[in-house]
């Protein structure tokens, strides 16, 4: 209990240190685009609730990820219910004002599957904003556990299972299984790789780089 409320303090709770590490990073994202407030922006894997909250909320946001629609929705919203991997025809004729994209890319399955995500968020938009966790940070974000990413698979599913930092301990095996395999932390080689038109910015926390950032202004 005293492990899952430290978990609470440093990631789930709204004054929480992952909480802030947001609210700053909302911060950088609207000094990046001076003019977001009438910019239409395409938010794949994010939530329409996490825009209500920014201190400066775009004109138009359209939110794209695997998550049941939302019930209502405000005038400034629209949401869609896709993978980023394989956009609908419907999305990809449009064209935006900004691709945003905040700790996603390392779920979406593989190399093959971020290559073409990086490839739709390029073509999108003349500018984007592309956040991942650093692989190379030493504690694994997901389930706050030191080198977690480093270990092999099977080591991962005991871990995720066992680990009492974890956000949902005790899951199946199956279950454990299928998140770890769908996390996979990225390097900065990759990241460039896949937007090689970005500035790559860095987030740091204690001096060490703890995400990345992929900005085309």
């Known amino acids: 209990m005293a492990l899952h409320s430290l978990r609470f303090r440093l990631v789930d709770s709204p004054t929480s240190l992952a909480a802030k590490r947001r609210a700053r990073r909302a911060a950088w994202l ?57 956009l609908p025809e419907r999305i990809l004729n449009r064209r935006y004002d900004l691709v945003f994209s905040n700790s996603v890319l390392e779920h979406v399955g593989g190399h093959e599957r971020r290559r073409r995500t990086a490839e739709a968020i390029r073509a999108l938009a003349p500018a984007y904003w592309v956040q991942t966790p650093y692989r190379y940070f030493p504690i694994e974000p997901h389930w706050v556990a030191p080198g977690m990413q480093f270990l092999p698979v099977s080591a991962r599913v005991v871990v995720a299972r066992r680990w009492p930092l974890a956000y949902t301990p005790g899951k ?27 500035v790559v910015r860095n987030e740091r926390l204690a001096g060490l780089t703890k995400s990345l950032i992929a900005v085309r202004a």
Do not use: K
């Not at 005038?75 to 980023?84: C, G, I, L, M, V």
């Not at 996390?183 to 038109?197: C, H, N, Q, V």
């Open 30 to 86: 609207s000094d990046a685009f001076p003019n977001l407030a009438e910019m239409t922006v395409l938010d794949l894997g994010g939530r329409v609730e996490g825009w209500a909250r920014v201190p400066v909320r775009p004109a138009h946001v359209h939110v794209v990820n695997l998550e049941p629609l939302p019930a209502t929705l405000p005038d400034w919203a629209e949401a869609d219910h896709a993978d980023a991997c394989e």
């Open 172 to 198: 199946s095996y199956e279950a454990a299984m299928r998140q770890v395999l769908t996390t996979e932390l990225i390097g900065r080689a990759e990241l460039r790789y896949l937007f090689p038109d970005a």
